[in-house]
């Protein structure tokens, strides 16, 4: 299994970016996936999953303000970020069980990625 995060970087606050998660060595499409993230400091916290057919199940701390889905023929699970708050700064993944099973994890069960680090600053 592997899984590959990109599409973060430095961005101001209220800003947006794009995750994208590239995943191979297990059947995506038949698979749910999801983001967490990691803050300087702090444990992990489980955002977001989609599962095969597309249903998405959120975190309460999200506050609308990402969106979590999935391209099955490209492999590709995303996470739209959009009104980006300082407190968002944290190193961003995106896991799996290999199994159309989300679980709100508070460690790095299961498969996950190396990250992709969100800084929100002006």
């Known amino acids: 299994v592997q899984l590959v995060e990109s599409g973060g970087g430095l961005v101001q606050p209220g800003g947006s970016l794009r995750l994208s998660c590239a995943a191979s060595?297990?059947?995506?499409?038949?698979?749910?996936m999801s983001w967490a993230r990691q803050a300087p400091g702090k444990g992990l916290e489980w955002l977001c999953g989609v599962y095969s057919d597309g249903d998405t199940y959120y975190a309460d701390s999200i506050e609308d303000r990402f969106t979590i889905s999935r391209d099955n023929a490209k492999n590709t699970v995303y996470l739209q970020m959009n009104s980006l708050k300082p407190e968002d700064t944290a190193v961003y993944y995106c896991g799996t069980l290999t199994r159309d099973t989300i679980e709100v994890v508070t460690t790095l069960e299961g498969y996950w990625g190396q990250g992709t680090q969100v800084t929100v600053s002006v």
């Open positions: 060595g297990f059947t995506f499409s038949s698979s749910a």
